[in-house]
């Protein structure tokens, strides 16, 4: 099938439109995903018996040749995966055909003898919900958090750059008390990295606890093992997890819900920054570079339009959708275990995916920005009644009670030129000459407090 034939049969735009996303989120999220960590779960778990448990059975293994157990795992492409799938056609299960695979398997190495433990005290979710936090671990470690910092640190770079180019602030949509654009990027950078480090913080847990989480089954053949700290030990040391010790049948997915609320905060930051882009963008505070033979418009040739910006919108709208619909259902499961999880746990990708193509959109439209400083500086100097502010806190400190209502009446809803302030500002007689000429001398551009120093403070 060509691949535009194939585009056009996708159902998701993370599998056509935008398979960039599928080509870098799919060794995680995908369904070969899912089942690569089955069998690497499965296979670690023989392993522990095999180390751990004091077995007649299992003391036939050389534990030398453990790699060609490991092996199983380590090695596992699609030919593995089919034959999964193929026995899944008859078992109409997706672990238990994992559990045969791997049988099968052993009996071609000549383990035929290890077969029974494959699987042994296990219920199908102690494979899944360690399987999915695996899945989860590796697709943030690997993808999502690098290319979320990246951008952070690109962001920071703006702020690093632009940390002396003055503009007019905007509260409510009004002119305000002008700041820098190197401070406004260097709170997003901020932002980001707290949102960013709000995710890496959380624990990532896993159960292994069999059928109602009490141990039952493994407990009855190995009355005489302490299972709550073999469990531990299991998934801290071979699977690299936090363990959960209180559960039903299932992980009670709750720090995913915080994982998939931390990706949504982040998210809703990105948004923030987009909006905020997208109106500098229409006031002329940024220009974006024409691309050669790029269109804006199918009508209106001379638009350059921030549709980067707005197909991150977009693609953020779909990934928090998604995580708030997965962070209340998860956490929901009719008494002991309802299978309400497993159909819900297979869109997680989508919602690292949707917000992986949103940053990479924001990245985009960034590229083609750059500062208007001859846009910067004309509003400035149209906006002279912005120091309005800092006269009535001078005059605050020489005890005025009412210079709040004096500047007030200068100023409020009037076009106030560059000398109808300084006109105002030499007037005032009860100044210190050093306080007067702080006034005096004082402009729009000059009036930024410590923007510039914002700008240049050290992020984590």
Not at 342 to 362: C, K, P
Request: proline share 3%; glycine share 4%.
């Amino acid at each position: 099938m060509e691949n535009q034939e194939f585009e056009s049969l996708t159902l998701c735009p993370l599998d056509g439109r935008y398979s960039g996303i599928k080509d870098a989120l799919g060794e995680y999220f995908s369904e070969y995903a899912l089942v690569k960590y089955r069998v690497f779960v499965e296979i670690q778990w023989l392993k522990f018996l095999i180390e751990n448990i004091d077995s007649d059975i299992l003391a036939k293994f050389n534990k030398d040749d453990m790699n060609k157990i490991e092996s199983i795992s380590k090695d596992f492409n699609y030919d593995s995966f089919k034959a999964i799938k193929d026995i899944e056609t008859t078992t109409r299960h997706d672990v238990k055909a994992v559990e045969y695979f791997i049988g099968n398997t052993l009996k071609t190495m000549g383990y035929d003898y290890l077969i029974s433990f494959v699987h042994i005290g296990c219920t199908s979710e102690d494979i899944n919900n360690t399987s999915y936090a695996c899945m989860l671990k590796y697709g943030l470690q690997d993808v999502w958090v690098p290319k979320a910092k990246e951008f952070a640190d690109i962001i920071n770079k703006w702020a690093l750059k632009h940390k002396d180019d003055v503009m007019l602030a905007h509260t409510h949509g009004q002119p305000a008390t002008p700041t820098t654009i190197g401070k406004e990027f260097k709170v997003y950078a901020y932002r980001f990295m707290s949102s960013i480090e709000n995710v890496e913080n959380v624990q990532i847990k896993a159960k292994f606890n069999g059928a109602t989480g009490n141990y039952s089954a493994i407990l009855t053949a190995f009355p005489n093992v302490d299972w709550q700290v073999m469990a531990k030990k299991f998934v801290e040391e071979y699977l690299g997890l936090t363990f959960n010790p209180l559960t039903t049948q299932i992980e009670s997915h709750d720090y995913t819900c915080h994982i998939l609320d931390g990706i949504r905060h982040f998210n809703n930051v990105l948004v923030d920054f987009d909006v905020d882009m997208w109106l500098y963008i229409s006031m002329e505070y940024f220009k974006q570079i024409p691309v050669k033979g790029e269109v804006g418009s199918s009508t209106m040739p001379h638009k350059v339009n921030p549709i980067r910006f707005e197909n991150s919108e977009a693609n953020v709208d779909m990934s928090n959708h998604i995580c708030v619909a997965l962070s209340n259902k998860l956490p929901k499961s009719r008494m002991q275990r309802d299978l309400s999880d497993s159909s819900s746990q297979r869109n997680l990708g989508l919602a690292f995916g949707y917000s992986l193509q949103a940053i990479n959109e924001t990245m985009n439209g960034l590229a083609k920005c750059v500062v208007n400083k001859d846009k910067l500086a004309a509003d400035l100097n149209e906006k002279w009644e912005v120091l309005a502010e800092p006269i009535q806190t001078m005059l605050r400190k020489y005890g005025v009670p009412d210079a709040y209502d004096t500047l007030k009446a200068l100023t409020r809803g009037k076009n106030i030129s560059k000398e109808d302030i300084l006109e105002f500002a030499e007037s005032l007689e009860m100044l210190s000459d050093e306080d007067r000429a702080t006034l005096v001398n004082m402009t729009p551009a000059s009036y930024i407090g410590l923007a510039d120093k914002l700008a240049d403070l050290k992020l984590k």
